[in-house]
């Protein structure tokens, strides 16, 4: 027998996408992959050249602090004031493997058996699935495609109940793209606070905020922001370093101290190589950054008007990575016109259905992995798919 709690999830959604690649016949040209979150381009020269030397350092193979390697929180801190205009200090960082394990961790460290996470709906499949791993219970907040797929902070207030010890958020979203206004999260934390519950905020592709918008929010300028919210990134996305599984979270001393008790027990430390090689990188590389921001703000762009030059297809919301699209097949299961999508036409995206209940009328496209001129092929591509 397996643990119930694991033996009654889903298959990982990417991996069942990815199966069907094969069943496309190449008839109306090469695949357009537009299914996991991941950069279209390589990592900086100097960023794989770190990794090389590092890779041969024997120093480097031996084990690390469970935090993480003192000059990369160093380095890290400094990096998250500058974005926020606040001051960040090392002992409010925690390097992970990855931005997975981060919410992992803190989700161990808040929360047990009969506890529960309020999330929003569409929520991160991940997210999702790690709370039902770890037994944690889920409440929902859906979020109406006329408020642009945002929450509503009246809804989330009445959804918090007596087991509730976080809300969790990710922004720039996954998968909806929707940018969460700086406005909105303050109102979040000070209900957190006034509820006397957690924020998890997931920034992983806060890299890629609309170009006009620089900060993303205020929240660490906040009185006592370490009693309420703990931020979790991902180094994978804006280092193009997703198979090195780098992470952070920042949070208070106190939530730090418990995250080390958790992260020592899965992998000790995180992958050292990889600091190693980026703490020197997150000052240097900042023109490079937004070359890349600019890089995917322009496919966005992109994609709205192949979006626009399709009848029937809604585009609900879009942002970062991603745009999430209401289908013109009422009535059909969003993993059926997906399967077809990637058969017939070409074009491999995640089914609605696997963000959460209530979400068959969607899908998922993320065109972060697909240059402009692969993009502009959606309209022909999908204009004519017959189910």
């Known amino acids: 027998m397996f643990n119930s709690a694991v033996a009654t999830l889903n298959a990982p959604p990417v991996s069942i996408v990815l199966n069907w690649k094969s069943s496309y016949d190449g008839a109306n040209g090469a695949l357009i992959d537009m299914s996991q979150a991941v950069p279209g381009y390589s990592a900086h020269p100097d960023i794989l050249a770190a990794l090389a030397t590092g890779a041969s350092d024997p120093a480097l193979a031996r084990y690390g602090p469970v935090e993480g390697?003192?000059?990369?929180?160093?380095?890290?801190?400094?990096?998250?004031?500058?974005i926020y205009n606040a001051k960040i200090d090392?002992?409010?960082?925690?390097?992970?493997?990855?931005?997975?394990?981060?919410?992992?961790?803190?989700?161990?460290?808040?929360?047990?058996?009969?506890?529960?996470?309020?999330?929003?709906?569409?929520?991160?499949?991940?997210?999702?699935?790690?709370?039902?791993?770890?037994?944690?219970?889920?409440?929902?907040?859906?979020?109406?495609?006329?408020?642009?797929?945002?929450?509503?902070?009246?809804?989330?207030?009445?959804?918090?109940?007596?087991?509730?010890?976080a809300i969790a958020l990710v922004s720039p979203n996954n998968p909806a793209g929707s940018i969460y206004p700086a406005p909105l999260l303050a109102e979040?934390?000070?209900?957190?606070?006034?509820?006397?519950?957690?924020?998890?905020l997931?920034?992983?592709?806060?890299?890629?905020?609309?170009?006009?918008?620089?900060?993303?929010?205020?929240?660490?300028?906040?009185?006592?922001w370490q009693s309420s919210l703990i931020q979790l990134y991902s180094f994978s996305k804006s280092y193009c370093l997703p198979g090195h599984r780098l992470g952070a979270i920042i949070a208070g001393r106190d939530v730090v101290a418990q995250l080390?008790?958790?992260?020592?027990?899965?992998?000790?430390?995180?992958?050292?190589?990889?600091?190693?090689?980026?703490?020197p990188m997150l000052?240097?590389?900042?023109?490079?950054r937004q070359e890349n921001r600019e890089r995917i703000a322009a496919r966005a762009a992109v994609f709205r008007t192949a979006m626009d030059?399709?009848?029937?297809?809604?585009?609900?919301?879009?942002?970062?990575?991603?745009?999430?699209?209401?289908h013109p097949f009422t009535g059909v299961g969003s993993r059926q016109i997906a399967e077809t999508m990637a058969r017939k036409a070409g074009v491999l995206v995640i089914p609605g259905a696997f963000f959460g209940a209530g979400q068959d009328g969607a899908l998922r496209f993320a065109f972060a992995n697909a240059g402009r001129d692969v993009i502009v092929k959606l309209a022909d591509r999908l204009s004519s798919l017959t189910l």
């Open 283 to 288: 000052a240097s590389m900042t023109s490079w």
């Open 69 to 82: 390697d003192p000059e990369f929180r160093n380095a890290y801190a400094d990096h998250v004031s500058q």
């Open 260 to 279: 080390a008790k958790i992260i020592d027990n899965i992998q000790i430390c995180a992958p050292r190589v990889a600091q190693h090689a980026l703490t």
């Open 90 to 165: 090392r002992s409010e960082v925690q390097i992970t493997s990855g931005c997975n394990q981060a919410f992992v961790a803190t989700v161990l460290a808040l929360a047990g058996h009969g506890d529960r996470i309020l999330m929003m709906r569409p929520c991160y499949f991940n997210h999702e699935s790690t709370l039902g791993m770890l037994g944690v219970g889920i409440d929902y907040v859906d979020c109406d495609d006329d408020g642009g797929l945002l929450p509503n902070c009246t809804l989330i207030d009445a959804a918090i109940g007596p087991q509730t010890r």
């Open 309 to 326: 030059d399709l009848p029937g297809w809604d585009l609900l919301s879009s942002g970062a990575y991603f745009g999430y699209v209401r």
């Open 188 to 200: 979040i934390l000070a209900l957190c606070q006034k509820r006397g519950i957690w924020l998890i």
């Open 202 to 224: 997931d920034e992983t592709y806060r890299d890629f905020m609309p170009l006009d918008m620089d900060v993303p929010h205020h929240l660490f300028a906040k009185d006592d």
